[in-house]
């Protein structure tokens, strides 16, 4: 059987699965900057609009930690209705209930409801991939929520946020995102994987990718939240201000495959201290200059969302250099809460700095997170050192432009190997050993 026809098997079993996940996410895109944009249009205030991330964030966090629970009661086909159901709902009120009191509430059980979407979704597809298959189904993955998230939020400007229009649509593509999973005949997966927070593990384990992705998420949650604030209160048009958070994603997931490469060549701290360096540069830049040209805007922006959204995959590769392979999931799945509490921070910090210094007081916010990254990277540098090239852990890509949840881990190439059966649980047949020979 060719390559093709592998793929072929492997994939069409997934194939409604993966067609639920690009309509959640194209949800997801358009939901998440469709409420700052209005909320800019109705007048809200900086601080408040940023609370939208906080409260998203902190929904989401608690998601990964408690929605195993509600998928173990209920069952996994019961909890993704009812989670997709909650944010069709949500969609439809924010459009009813244009207050931001009303809006920061329900944004925290949107968060909490995309993280047990998002989980059933994975752990799904973590049942049914092979590991011939796990590599090309979890691209694909990446591939489709990539596209989802930048083809909501390209909506925007083919319509006018001042009405209940993209609310409404909001509510329509989260039910059509219900029905694949309903009418799917897979059998349901195994029960969720619990995660745990062990603060003091993941710094012994690797100090500056604990204190990194603490700082990448303060930055890219405020940035996330605030940056289509940025933009309509610089002066941008909705199109505009779309293309600019859209830019970022994609200069992101394309900055991702050669800084990768470059960290499995070189120490991976000297990478991120020159990412760092340069996000922080791009975003003092927008901070100093304020560009009033919407193209050079668009070019520092670009350059920022390249090297900033490069930065977690590398700090978390990091942090596994230094792990044992049974440990990647833990490590990781730490390191990904730890990020959440780093996009909770961001916003809160960031709606009141905007309010006091203006609009481009954000990249203010971005680039001192960036210069202390710079800093200690290269200070942790001089205080151990480096994993030798050829055996540190696989660099592996993730998606710029969403949170992904810890079940996430599983379907990662990197994770296939320890679900499988060990020579110390399971004895070795004669043909093992005489393959092994």
């Known amino acids: 059987m060719n390559r093709a026809n592998?793929?072929?098997?492997?994939?069409?079993?997934?194939?409604?699965?993966?067609?639920?996940?690009?309509?959640?996410?194209?949800?997801?895109?358009?939901?998440?900057?469709?409420?700052p944009v209005r909320g800019t249009t109705e007048g809200y205030s900086t601080t408040l609009l940023g609370l939208l991330g906080t409260s998203w964030a902190s929904g989401f966090v608690l998601g990964c930690l408690l929605a195993p629970k509600v998928v173990q009661r209920i069952g996994h086909v019961r909890a993704f209705s009812g989670f997709t159901s909650l944010l069709a709902i949500i969609a439809l009120l924010t459009g009813l209930l244009v207050d931001p009191i009303w809006w920061v509430v329900l944004r925290a059980v949107t968060g909490f409801s995309t993280?047990?979407?998002?989980?059933?979704?994975?752990?799904?597809?973590?049942?049914?991939?092979?590991?011939?298959?796990?590599?090309?189904?979890?691209?694909?993955?990446?591939?489709?929520?990539?596209?989802?998230?930048?083809?909501?939020?390209?909506?925007?400007?083919?319509?006018?946020t001042s009405t209940a229009l993209f609310f409404m649509i909001c509510g329509i593509v989260y039910c059509l995102a219900m029905l694949?999973?309903?009418?799917?005949?897979?059998?349901?997966?195994?029960?969720?994987?619990?995660?745990?927070?062990?603060l003091r593990g993941l710094y012994r384990n690797s100090p500056i990718s604990f204190l990194g992705i603490l700082l990448i998420g303060i930055s890219n949650g405020a940035y996330g939240t605030l940056g289509a604030v940025f933009g309509r209160q610089a002066g941008l048009t909705d199109s505009n201000v779309a293309l600019m958070m859209s830019t970022t994603i994609f200069a992101g997931a394309v900055m991702q495959f050669p800084a990768g490469r470059l960290s499995d060549r070189i120490d991976r701290r000297y990478v991120l201290a020159a990412l760092a360096a340069i996000a922080a540069l791009a975003g003092l830049s927008i901070f100093l200059v304020e560009p009033s040209s919407v193209i050079m805007l668009m070019v520092l922006v670009g350059i920022y969302g390249a090297t900033a959204n490069a930065l977690y995959p590398i700090a978390v590769s990091h942090a596994n250099d230094f792990a044992t392979p049974e440990d990647f999931v833990k490590i990781s799945g730490g390191l990904l809460l730890l990020y959440g509490i780093g996009t909770i921070?961001?916003?809160?910090?960031?709606?009141?700095?905007?309010?006091?210094?203006?609009?481009?007081?954000?990249?203010?916010?971005?680039?001192?997170?960036?210069?202390?990254?710079?800093?200690?990277?290269?200070?942790?540098?001089?205080?151990?050192?480096?994993?030798?090239?050829?055996?540190?852990?696989?660099?592996?890509?993730?998606?710029?432009?969403?949170?992904?949840?810890?079940?996430?881990?599983?379907?990662?190439?990197?994770?296939?190997?320890?679900?499988?059966?060990?020579?110390?649980?399971?004895?070795?047949?004669?043909?093992?050993?005489?393959?092994?020979?």
């Open 6 to 35: 592998i793929h072929e098997k492997n994939l069409l079993p997934v194939a409604a699965l993966l067609l639920g996940t690009l309509f959640l996410f194209l949800g997801n895109g358009l939901h998440s900057l469709l409420l």
């Open 115 to 160: 993280a047990g979407t998002s989980m059933i979704i994975e752990s799904w597809l973590n049942e049914r991939a092979t590991n011939e298959s796990r590599g090309a189904i979890f691209s694909l993955y990446i591939a489709i929520t990539l596209m989802g998230v930048v083809g909501g939020q390209l909506m925007i400007p083919f319509g006018d």
């Open 180 to 198: 694949p999973t309903l009418l799917s005949t897979a059998a349901s997966p195994q029960p969720l994987k619990q995660v745990s927070l062990d």
């Open 345 to 437: 921070i961001g916003p809160t910090i960031g709606g009141p700095i905007m309010t006091a210094t203006g609009p481009y007081g954000l990249f203010m916010i971005t680039a001192c997170a960036h210069v202390l990254i710079t800093i200690y990277a290269i200070f942790r540098s001089r205080m151990r050192a480096a994993v030798p090239a050829s055996e540190r852990d696989a660099y592996s890509t993730i998606n710029p432009g969403t949170m992904t949840t810890p079940e996430s881990l599983q379907l990662s190439p990197r994770a296939a190997p320890f679900g499988e059966p060990t020579s110390a649980s399971v004895p070795e047949s004669d043909e093992t050993r005489k393959a092994r020979a």
